[in-house]
């Protein structure tokens, strides 16, 4: 039983923590602060992780003149309304295809 609760827990705490960590770096890709910018006007490049694609068309469209300093992996395929698509069988979300860039 106890097991049970610890690993509800810690699910649940991942979810949390992937959500934090999500709305940072949106915070950070559509308002950077001073000193990230200075970051990336010195060549610095970010690495964003498991966002969806909605948010990366979003970014082309308001924040092109920054491109040189984003990277995109494992980006989350969604569907018409915002959520993230699953493998029907297996329930792991859809990525984008990744050509190995």
Do not use: N
Not at 33 to 43: H, I, K, S, Y
């Amino acid at each position: 039983m106890r097991l049970g609760i610890f690993l509800l827990c810690s699910s649940l705490a991942g979810t949390t923590l992937a959500a934090d960590v999500r709305q940072i770096e949106l915070r950070r890709l559509f308002e950077p602060t001073p000193a990230e910018l200075r970051a990336e006007q010195a060549g610095r490049i970010y690495i964003y992780e498991d966002l969806r694609d909605t948010d990366v068309e979003r970014a082309m469209k308001e924040q092109f003149h920054r491109v040189q300093s984003m990277m995109f992996i494992r980006v989350r395929r969604t569907d018409k309304q915002g959520e993230v698509l699953k493998d029907p069988e297996s329930g792991v979300p859809m990525m984008i295809s990744e050509d190995g860039c």
